[in-house]
Nanobody, 119 residues
């Protein structure tokens, strides 16, 4: 079984910073792309940022220049550094990973971590 466990959420004032972490554990061969998504109340889940195993990144326009995604392949961990936070960044943030394990390739989600940005 594979688990993704997020940490680092919390309450922060507008303009502040938070760093999210997501560690993958369990039995698997390799992790391909990893990413962060978020879902605000009443909204659909949306892409925040993704990163390939080689380090190529992709960001939603709303977070470009403020958020940075990174990963440590040795630790099977992906990070999201969030700076200049805005109230509209308030959401539950979910980790996602595309994982290769026997017998094939499966997409996994974490349970989410709440980020609240006060004005």
């Amino acid at each position: 079984q594979v688990q993704l466990v997020e940490s680092g959420g919390g309450l922060v004032q507008a303009g502040g910073s938070l760093r999210l972490s997501c560690a993958a554990s369990g039995s698997f061969l390799r992790i391909n792309a990893m990413g962060w998504y978020r879902q605000a109340p009443g909204n659909q889940r949306e892409l925040v940022a993704t990163i390939t195993s080689g380090g190529s990144t992709n960001y939603a326009d709303s977070v470009k220049g403020r958020f940075t995604i990174s990963r440590d392949n040795a630790k099977n961990t992906v990070y999201l550094q969030m700076n200049s936070l805005k109230p509209e960044d308030t959401a539950v943030y979910y980790c996602n990973a595309d994982i290769i394990r026997f017998p094939g390739r499966t997409n996994y989600w974490g349970k989410g971590t709440l980020v609240t940005v006060s004005s």
